[in-house]
């Protein structure tokens, strides 16, 4: 019996050491296999910076970022505006801001009259101020009366509700109604006062936050992105200002920032093919500015610079003129000339020139009219010259002489209808046309005595003079490459004293003269010619000096500047001066062709030809002798 119970005592103690004896399952190997590592801190904390990176460059957060930015940029730059409003209606500052503009633009007469302001101001101020001093007793004192003479009013009322209707108690029945009045207003007031008080601050950050919105107060950065095609094609008053806010220009900047507020002169409309507006510029922002910005005003307007036209009024100095064309309206083809198939001509009325910017027929006068036509080669001057000539033609009365000082064949196809043709560059075609001067130098002359006689100084040439005497004949003569003949080393200087004594006496008798050339400088066309010039004519120049050179002095700075012309996408396009009574016309030329498929013009010039017949011409004067009046009488 011991010996059994010993046996199984040790060989259940056998089992339970080996139950709790290490196996290859439990020892290392199987933690190495079981049991993960413990993580990498620097692993963990570029995963976090990367997480966190992720989320603030995604689109969404930048967009969300910039919202934010955006709408509390309009709240306090609202607030800046109010505060700068406020300050203002307190002080002499705008009066302090208009002194130093004037002083700035050399305007001593108008510093000292916003002087005078500013001292009314603060006399007026200091008055206000005495008064509000002086007058808080005489408030209280007023109140203390108001409501005796009030209870009184009610007391009497009373008394006479209390005789009437025989109770005594009716006397202070109306105090005790205007009591129970104010009670009740009262409780109104307290039970609005809650939601007023909640509600004040939402709407005062909600009226500041729609003053800076009004102001463009955010940052460009915080401005949603810019989608294609969104941003708006016609040029109203939104999309003006937004174009002007982004020239770059830092005085117009400033005033925008300090709240400045548009005047519009006249809104934006329709005129023509294109739309047109007037608005007054800030102080310190100048027209010549925004002409220096034209590039960046017509990028910001989805313009070409030849579509936009920044211009200064002569009678409101201060105010933008801006004419915008419409997208493309600049580039499309131009109408056939009227005249090419059948009618006539009036020099007396004008010749058909081209189309305006709008869209609008352009006249050439010709009666007391001259021209200064000057461009780069291939600008399209001949085109120009051509339609004024062949209008010219088709009026029966009309001589005309061309001298051209170099090699060119544009006016070979008119020599049947022509009087005189001289070509070349040489001294002889130079000196040909010099003595064309001279012969035109006496012919005005004997062509004023025979008005004098005919009625006295202020008579001109009429159609009915001209058909009656032949002398009298209005005459065309074109001056091409006139360059050539005012820089001769010899005859040069007695060229341009011809031409001015011939332009200022030529206006009433019919004499018109055209000069044509690509070298429009103070050397090349003497200033007196261009100053007499009344019909100025820029085909696409290469800076400001040949502009101005042809169409005066300070036209450049002024905006009418010819200088965006591009002479390979603007060809027969010239900026005018003095066709009409706008300050400038964009010009587009008829362009009668004539090329080795097309002759348009010889069909003109033959038309021209018939209606000649029966006309007796008018004696011809050698190029190389003056013109013998006596001989001819």
Excluded at 97 to 115: D, H, L, T, Y
Excluded at 361 to 373: F, I, S
């Amino acid at each position: 019996m011991t010996d059994s119970t010993t046996k199984v005592s040790a060989v259940g103690a056998l089992h339970h050491l080996n139950d709790h004896r290490p196996t290859a399952e439990t020892t290392g190997p199987r933690l190495v296999k079981d049991t993960p590592p413990a993580p990498d801190a620097d692993t963990e904390s570029r995963a976090r910076r990367g997480r966190l990176r992720a989320a603030l460059t995604h689109q969404r957060t930048r967009t969300g970022l910039r919202l934010a930015a955006r709408h509390s940029s309009y709240v306090a730059g609202g607030a800046v505006v109010l505060a700068r409003r406020g300050w203002d209606g307190r002080t002499t500052a705008v009066h302090q801001r208009m002194i130093k503009a004037a002083e700035a633009a050399g305007q001593p007469e108008v510093a000292a009259e916003w002087q005078d302001k500013a001292d009314r101001f603060r006399q007026d101020r200091h008055a206000r101020r005495m008064a509000l001093i002086t007058g808080v007793p005489a408030l209280a004192k007023s109140a203390v009366v108001g409501a005796a003479v009030v209870e009184g009013a009610l007391l009497g009322i009373g008394t006479v509700m209390a005789v009437s209707s025989g109770e005594i108690g009716d006397v202070i029945a109306p105090t005790m109604g205007m009591v129970d009045f104010i009670h009740t207003m009262c409780m109104i007031v307290g039970v609005l006062w809650d939601p007023a008080v909640t509600l004040a601050p939402w709407l005062t950050l909600l009226g500041l936050w729609a003053l800076g919105r009004s102001r463009g107060a955010a940052p460009a950065w915080t401005m949603p992105a810019a989608k294609g095609g969104t941003q708006n094609v016609v040029p109203d008053e939104g999309a003006i200002l937004d174009a002007l806010r982004h020239l770059g220009i830092a005085p117009l900047n400033k005033a925008v920032k300090e709240g400045w507020q548009p005047r519009w002169v006249s809104g934006t409309g329709r005129l023509g093919n294109g739309w047109h507006t007037q608005l007054q510029l800030p102080l310190g922002v100048t027209v010549e500015m925004i002409n220096g910005k034209k590039k960046v005003l017509a990028h910001n307007l989805l313009r070409k610079p030849v579509e936009v036209w920044p211009t200064e009024p002569h009678n409101q100095p201060g105010v933008l003129d801006l004419w915008v064309a419409d997208q493309g309206s600049l580039s499309g083809k131009v109408p056939d000339w009227p005249l090419l198939a059948e009618g006539e001509a009036d020099y007396f009325k004008g010749v058909p020139l081209g189309v305006s910017q709008r869209g609008e027929p352009v006249g050439g006068k010709l009666m007391a009219a001259n021209y200064m036509v000057g461009g780069i080669m291939g600008s399209g001057k001949s085109s120009l010259v051509v339609g004024l000539l062949l209008g010219a033609m088709l009026d029966r009365l009309v001589e005309i002489e061309v001298y051209v000082m170099a090699y060119n064949v544009d006016y070979d196809v008119m020599k049947p209808r022509l009087r005189n043709l001289v070509k070349g560059d040489e001294d002889e075609q130079v000196e040909a046309a010099l003595k064309a001067l001279r012969g035109l130098r006496d012919e005005v002359t004997q062509r004023g005595k025979l008005l004098d006689e005919m009625g006295g100084e202020e008579v001109a040439l009429t159609r009915a003079i001209a058909e009656r005497d032949p002398r009298m004949r209005p005459k065309v003569v074109v001056f091409d490459e006139c360059h050539e003949l005012f820089m001769h080393k010899k005859y040069g200087e007695e060229a341009a004293e011809l031409a001015v004594k011939v332009m200022k006496k030529a206006r009433k008798v019919g004499i018109t003269l055209i000069w044509v050339t690509v070298s429009p400088t103070a050397d090349s066309i003497p200033k007196d010619v261009t100053r007499n010039t009344s019909h100025r004519v820029a085909f696409a120049v290469g800076d400001h000096v040949a502009n101005d050179g042809l169409l005066g002095t300070g036209k450049h700075k002024a905006g009418i500047t010819a200088t965006t012309l591009n002479p390979a996408e603007n060809i027969g396009t010239a900026l005018t001066v003095g066709f009409t009574k706008n300050p400038f016309e964009l010009v587009r030329a008829y362009y009668v062709r004539k090329d080795s498929k097309t002759d348009q013009i010889t069909p003109v010039v033959n038309r021209a030809l018939a209606l000649r017949d029966g006309i007796t011409p008018a004696a011809g004067t050698p190029a190389d002798e003056p013109a013998d009046h006596l001989t001819d009488l």
